[in-house]
Structures are given as C-alpha cells and as structure tokens.
C-alpha cells in the first residue's frame, strides 16, 4: 500500500506536531501527572530498560510459540488456517500474530511490565486511590498492517462517562508515524463521549477529526504513552517496512461499578447501529 491507495484521507493523521516525550520512570513526577490531567495523555520514552523490553517481546515469542499450552489467548491474520500456522516458524508466526490478549496469568515477564512499580505509582496518583488492570493486550502491526480508526477506548468498556480509565500503550519496537504509532486529539478527553459509527471499524466519523490539532506519539522501544480513556485517538496503516509492536493495558479504580451494555450503547453507540455518518 502507498499514500495513494490509503483507505483514508492522509489529513486523517496529519503529522505536523509531535509530543515531547519525557524520558525515565524518574520524570514521572507530579508536574507530570497534572499535565496529564489537563491534556490527557504523557508520554515517557525509557520507561522500560532495554532488558525489560527484551524479556517482554520473548515472552510475547514464547506465547505465540504455544509454549504455554494453556495459553489461547491469540488472534492470527484472520485468512489463515490453522493447519497453516502450526507449520510456521517463530518469524513467520510473529508476523502473522495480530493480537495476544490477558497474558499476564501466563507470564512473569509480561506481568512485570503491567504492574511496573512506578507505574502502578503514577497510576495511583492519577486515581487517587488503588486501580486495577482491566484489559491486556499486545497489539501487533507488521508491515502494510491495517489502520486502527479514531476512537476513543471508553466506547469499549461498561462504565460511565465519568468513571476514569486510563490506557497504556507500550512500544516494543520502535513506534513511528511511518509504521504506525499513535495519534492523540491533545485536550479532547475533557469533550467528553463521542458518537462511534460503523465506518472501516466501528468508529469516530472521519470528518469530526479533519483540520484539528492532532498529535502524533512516536516513541522509542520501552517507551511509553499514558492516555484518558475518553482521549479521541488511532493509528495509520503500517506503511514502512518494519514491524510495530505494542502493549496495551487498560487501567480502572478498584472500586469502578459497571455499568449495563445498553447504556454505554445509548452513549456511544452500537457495532451494528446501522448509523452513518
Ligand atoms: O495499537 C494500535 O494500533 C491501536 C490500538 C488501540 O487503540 C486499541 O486497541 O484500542
Ligand atoms: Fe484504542
């Protein structure tokens, strides 16, 4: 794919600013997490140590490599069958993985970086109060991988508008805008909920995002990018020739109440609404 055969306006991701990460766990202080309240997102590239980035991908490999049998957790390029997978070699699986979920239970390595002391800190200011890991994800972009569409990651989860969740994105590799990193609406998390249409994903209307001041999170591996859960935010398609690979995790306060489906539909609506926009 090139820019001329995206699925999307390149304006979609326009790349004129860039955030300017900190850099170490050490930097996280409290000016930090008050600049993450008022603009809804930080970024910290060198949260994680070369080694701890290191033991994470090959505890990725491992899973992917059904080293843990108990492990099922695994979506692979959807065209595949599995009788073509087992055949596959670690590199080929790698690149055929798009997503691992709720590995924690299955690996030390993994789990490590979920509940990184300092980061469980940060968290804990920005709650007020203990929190919880309610998703954990490894998101895996090969080369040509497909856009993620604006969205804001509340639409997925059964809580109130004003329940606070916050998401952690993790780059494993190096995260670019050629590749596919993310892009964040800086401030829009105070807007609120937004409408979600079924458009190339169930999404934020593409119009809604054109001519506003988006920013684009490149982060170096072991990097890291802490975002609101009401943040408007997506990645383009994969358009280099190296992979993008990410953790994401989803955290709430322990004492969050769910709220009923049906509600949270009525808020941001439905995969299948049928609306367009
Ligand atoms: O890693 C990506 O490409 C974006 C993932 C994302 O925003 C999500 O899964 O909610
Ligand atoms: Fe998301």
């Known amino acids: 794919m090139s820019t001329a055969t995206l ?10 600013l ?5 850099r170490g766990p050490d930097a996280v202080d409290s000016a930090a997490v008050a600049g993450y309240l008022k603009d809804g997102y930080l970024t910290v590239n060198g949260f994680y140590t070369s080694d701890e980035v290191k033991a994470g991908i090959q505890g990725l490999s491992d899973l992917i490599m059904g080293k843990n049998e108990a492990f099922k957790h695994i979506q692979f390029e959807p065209r595949l069958k599995q009788e073509q997978i087992d055949k ?35 968290l804990e ?35 109130a508008v004003d329940t606070r969740v916050v998401g952690v994105w993790i780059a494993l590799d190096e995260a670019t805008v050629e590749n596919g ?7 829009a998390h105070k807007q609120g909920a937004i409408y979600h249409y079924p458009v190339r994903d169930w999404q934020i209307c593409d119009r809604d ?15 890291l990018l802490l975002f609101d859960g009401l ?42 609404n049928g609306m367009e926009c």
């Not at 691992?100 to 690996?107: G, T």
């Not at 709650?127 to 090969?142: D, N, R, S, T």
């Not at 990193?181 to 401030?187: A, E, F, I, N, S």
Request: net charge positive; charged share 25%.
């Open 7 to 16: 699925p999307y306006e390149p304006k979609l991701y326009s790349t004129d």
């Open 18 to 22: 860039f955030a300017k990460a900190l």
């Open 88 to 122: 596959m070699g670690l590199e080929e699986r790698e690149y055929a993985v798009r997503k691992l979920m709720s590995f924690c239970p299955y690996d030390a390595r993994l789990h490590a970086m979920a509940f990184h002391p300092v980061l469980m800190a940060t």
């Open 125 to 159: 200011k920005i709650f007020g109060e203990p929190v919880q890991c309610i998703q954990e994800m490894a998101l895996l972009k090969p080369p040509q991988g497909s856009e993620k569409p604006w969205h804001q990651d509340k639409a997925y989860f059964n809580y």
């Open 181 to 187: 990193c993310m892009h964040v609406l800086p401030g």
């Open 209 to 223: 995002m054109y001519e506003k001041k988006i920013m684009a999170c490149p982060l170096e591996p072991g990097g």
């Open 231 to 272: 943040m408007p935010h997506g990645t383009p398609v994969n358009l280099s020739n190296k992979r993008r690979r990410a953790l994401q995790f989803h955290y709430i306060a322990k004492s969050a109440q769910k709220i009923p489906l049906e509600e949270r539909i009525k808020i941001y609506g439905g995969k299948d």
